[in-house]
């Protein structure tokens, strides 16, 4: 990630969560295909979620509409300020797998399976590299816990889910000496980078002072 204008860099939770978007459209059907191997279903029985999404609170999803993976970007931590001005800031994020099966014990059970596998996607590529970030969005994301009690189960309705929680950490999310100095009469229009410094070549002609102009 790099800063485009005077502004410098200015990350919010949205960006973050589609940083996690994209990188788990890219893995995410690796490691459901792993843990049919692991949990012994059959090769491509493990639907494939129907959408990566984020949301702003857990939702019960038409059953029609599952698997489906949700990513919501919570709080903050404490900032932490580093050289030049630049912040870094760790986002906690949740990521809930809904799923449906045959029955309440295999729902659950895929549940976890999605879990784990979402676990492992962004454990491993912990930088969150994707079309959207090549070199990476994350300076660090760390795995916290996981949750499996999301969704009320009816006796008429097979719905699961699972929440896993990762901190996503960002190293330059605002830079406090960056930005204008003056107000624009234009502020839509993109203001580009602070202008380069110019060298300037004078011509000098050092003269010897006399030394009772030294003296005063």
């Given amino acids: 990630m790099s800063a485009s204008?005077?502004?410098?860099q200015i990350i919010?939770?949205?960006?973050?969560?589609?940083?996690?978007?994209?990188?788990?459209n890219i893995w995410i059907s690796d490691y459901l295909g792993e843990m049919e191997?692991?949990?012994?279903?059959?090769?491509?029985?493990?639907?494939?979620?129907?959408?990566?999404?984020?949301?702003?609170?857990f939702e019960k999803w038409p059953e029609d509409q599952v698997p489906v993976i949700l990513v919501?970007?919570?709080?903050?931590?404490?900032?932490?300020?580093?050289?030049?001005?630049?912040?870094?800031?760790?986002?906690?994020?949740?990521?809930?797998?809904?799923?449906?099966?045959?029955?309440?014990?295999?729902?659950?059970?895929?549940?976890?399976?999605?879990a784990a596998a979402i676990r492992a996607a962004i454990v491993q590529h912990k930088l969150?590299?994707?079309s959207l970030h090549a070199q990476g969005f994350a300076s660090s994301t760390e795995w916290q816990g996981e949750d499996?009690?999301?969704?009320?189960?009816?006796?008429?309705?097979t719905l699961g889910s699972a929440r896993v929680m990762f901190a996503v950490a960002v190293d330059d999310v605002v830079t406090a000496i960056a930005g204008p100095r003056e107000p624009s009469i234009t502020?839509?229009?993109?203001?580009?980078?602070?202008?380069g410094v110019q060298r300037i070549d004078l011509d000098l002609d050092p003269q010897k002072l006399d030394s009772e102009v030294l003296v005063g």
Wanted: no cysteine.
């Fill in 5 to 8: 204008n005077i502004y410098g």
């Fill in 12 to 24: 919010d939770g949205d960006t973050v969560e589609q940083a996690v978007v994209a990188s788990l």
């Fill in 37 to 57: 191997r692991l949990k012994g279903y059959a090769a491509n029985t493990i639907e494939r979620p129907h959408g990566i999404v984020t949301s702003s609170e």
């Fill in 72 to 114: 919501m970007a919570a709080a903050t931590g404490k900032p932490k300020k580093h050289e030049q001005g630049k912040y870094e800031a760790t986002w906690t994020v949740g990521i809930a797998p809904v799923v449906s099966d045959i029955n309440q014990p295999e729902t659950r059970k895929l549940a976890m399976t999605y």
């Fill in 128 to 130: 969150l590299k994707s």
């Fill in 148 to 157: 499996y009690s999301d969704i009320a189960f009816s006796d008429t309705r």
């Fill in 187 to 195: 502020p839509s229009i993109d203001p580009g980078n602070w202008p």
